[in-house]
């Protein structure tokens, strides 16, 4: 895939990966869904192997698996896949990276590392150019989910400066509740047309007033889509 490419906006469904009863990846369902989220929902873009996905539950091998049949059944359908490749061991994030890169995926999203965490902007940002650097064809976005990752560096100090580190940089998903932080990152970055991807359902409308360009949600819709859309 092109780089850069069109950029990714509206409604970005995060995908949950379907399991079987006996804990197996069910990847006989894939192309289903991808016709359920384009014909039913009107939603072209997905984010895969995230939060919603449980990705960081699911083995390294799992994980590229599932990437793949996303690719691979979102041909000619899709607009995007962006897949997570984010995990505590840099050279798994990397290897994932590379991955998604050869896959023909559209973009990699990455989370900070949340268990023996980076406690600097700077620790972060070399963690992520790192893994940037594993696939330097594809957008990259950042992927800001403090509450889960523990790692509370605000997302407007982290963006300052940031195509200097990460030249493939796209944009921010974000998923926290701090709109103070998301509105300064919005508003400190007008130049750089920077996808600004908003993560917590709940507060949609408020992070839209304060310029979000699209949302990467678990909950979809038509109506949500046309919405993003207009
Ligand atoms: C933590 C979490 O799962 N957040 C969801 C929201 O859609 C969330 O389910 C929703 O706001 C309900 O709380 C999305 O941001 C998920 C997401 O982007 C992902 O799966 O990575």
């Not at 804990?23 to 919603?52: A, P, R």
């Not at 701090?178 to 919005?186: A, R």
Request: proline residues 3%; charged residues 20%; hydrophobic residues 45%.
């Amino acid at each position: 895939m092109a780089f850069p490419k069109k950029k990714l906006q509206g409604l970005v469904a995060a995908t949950i990966t379907p399991m079987t009863e006996d804990g197996e990846i069910n990847f006989s369902v894939i192309g289903q869904y991808v016709d359920y989220l384009v014909k039913e929902q009107g939603v072209k873009n997905i984010f895969v192997n995230g939060t919603t996905g449980e990705g960081l539950s699911l083995s390294v091998s799992e994980r590229r698996q599932v990437a793949e049949e996303w690719v691979t059944k979102g041909k000619d359908k899709l607009d995007q896949v962006i897949i997570h490749v984010g995990a505590l061991s840099l050279k798994e994030s990397q290897e994932l990276a590379q991955h998604a890169a050869e896959i023909g995926a559209d973009g990699i999203a990455v989370i900070a590392p949340f268990f023996l965490k980076p406690w600097t902007k700077d620790i972060l940002i070399n963690f992520l150019k790192e893994v940037a650097a594993a696939a330097p064809a594809l957008p990259f976005y950042y992927y800001h989910i403090p509450a889960l990752t523990g790692v509370k560096i605000r997302a407007e100090e982290l963006l300052d400066g940031i195509l200097d580190k990460i030249p493939t940089f796209q944009g921010l998903k974000f998923s926290d509740t701090d709109l103070l932080d998301f509105g300064q990152c919005v508003d400190q970055n007008r130049q750089q047309q920077f996808a600004f991807l908003f993560g917590v359902d709940e507060q949609l409308l408020s992070a839209l007033v304060m310029g979000a360009t699209g949302a990467v949600g678990s909950f979809v819709s038509r109506d949500l889509s046309t919405l993003l859309s207009n």
